[in-house]
């Protein structure tokens, strides 16, 4: 009988640290979230202005399993491109790298860019950037794809942690006129992606 409580404490114990660490990742995804709010009223080129637009601004429900660890493998002999954005023009990148990692129970890669023109400026140098598609594009995210953002040090012994719930909507999501890259073929994740955040919920200006 001792024996039989113990392992019943022991499990409620660990199920206890389960559920502080759930609690203490949403506390951070929705601090990450909030503050990326912040930055719209904070930007004077912001497509939205005012903390009523900002309510319009809807995401998934946090959720760990779209934490994901990543294989990088460096792409050190990349030719600069010309990416195509959604205004017509296209801006020069460079692809820095593949992300290799696994989502849903499949196998998935992502190649990850660095901006030239980010580049040449010291506070941004180290930026890293990417964009992708999924299958929610269109019905529950904005059809244009979204975006995630990295530096260079965060990769951490040939591995990037890549969270989806930190992926966000270009500002073509909520305006007309700015240059927003379209995501490359190479980034269409065959796959939803229920994370991140959703389609913006005002008009468009």
Partial sequence: MQIRKSIILACL?????????????????LIHREAYKNDFLKNERSPLHSEKELANIHFFAPDESYRVKAKFTRTPDAKAFDLATYSGITKPYIQYGWLNFSLNGQTHKLAIYQSLNLRVMPQYRDYLFLPFKDITNGESTYGGGRYLDFKVTDIQNGELIID???AYNPWCAYADGYNCPIPPKENHLPIPVKAGEQNYGGENH
């Fill in 164 to 166: 989806f719930n930190k």
């Fill in 13 to 29: 114990l660990f199920l206890g640290f389960q559920l502080m660490a759930q609690d203490a990742y949403t506390t951070d995804i």
